[in-house]
Nanobody
Framework: QVQLVESGGGLVQAGGSLRLSCTAS????????MAWFRQAPGKEREFVAA????????YIANSVKGRFTISRDIPKNTVSLRMNSLKPEDTAVYYC???????????????????WGQGTQVTVSS
């Protein structure tokens, strides 16, 4: 069983920055994408960013494009989300996810991902 452990959440003022990290417990499981999703209170979980693990191609949701960057460190088995110019509407629990089995649903689909972290809270104050 693969475990994903997130870190780096917290409280920040609007305009500030945070960096989230997610480390996988296993190096040997195959993965197509790793991604970040978020869920605000009373809202559905939504796609934020994804990275193709082998090729490094990145995909960013329009709502955070230009402010958020996703990256990976293969030797450290870690994916990171750099969040700049944070807004109160970015407040949510952020989840790391790994796509091990190809379902063909798309990198931005919750159903595409087999493994999920426990989530880390990001709160942006105005």
């Amino acid at each position: 069983q693969v475990q994903l452990v997130e870190s780096g959440g917290g409280l920040v003022q609007a305009g500030g920055s945070l960096r989230l990290s997610c480390t996988a417990s296993s190096r040997t499981f195959g993965r197509n994408f790793m991604a970040w999703f978020r869920q605000a209170p009373g809202k559905e979980r939504e796609f934020v960013a994804a990275i193709n693990w082998s090729g490094g191609g990145t995909y960013i949701a329009n709502s955070v494009k230009g402010r958020f960057t996703i990256s990976r460190d293969i030797p450290k088995n870690t994916v990171s989300l750099r969040m700049n110019s944070l807004k109160p509407e970015d407040t949510a629990v952020y989840y790391c996810a790994a796509d091990s089995t190809y379902y063909g649903l798309g990198y931005d689909s919750i159903g595409e991902y087999d493994y999920w972290g426990q989530g880390t809270q990001v709160t942006v104050s105005s």
